[in-house]
């Protein structure tokens, strides 16, 4: 399952909406018989791999690069 995105408005954070959130999608996921759930961020979003370590997504290519081409 890929999980996109997971956005949580600025006065809700700290209370634990994000974990809750990926902890029901690791639920549905097991439910539906799901492999694996992943999820893609950047180094430079720290909340975001806060939030996935503490839920306990673990990296597994710590070298992935992505490159733009603008148009």
């Known amino acids: 399952m890929f ?3 997971i956005d949580v408005f600025p006065k809700f954070q ?3 909406v994000g974990a809750a959130l990926i902890e029901e999608l690791k639920r549905l996921a097991a439910h539906r018989n ?3 759930i992943f999820v893609l961020t950047n180094e430079n979003n720290p909340a975001a791999n806060r939030l996935y370590q503490k839920t306990g997504g673990i990296r597994e290519n710590p070298d ?8």
């Open 34 to 36: 799901c492999s694996e």
């Open 64 to 71: 992935d690069v992505m490159y733009v081409y603008p148009l």
């Open 3 to 5: 999980l996109y995105s």
């Open 14 to 16: 700290g209370r634990g």
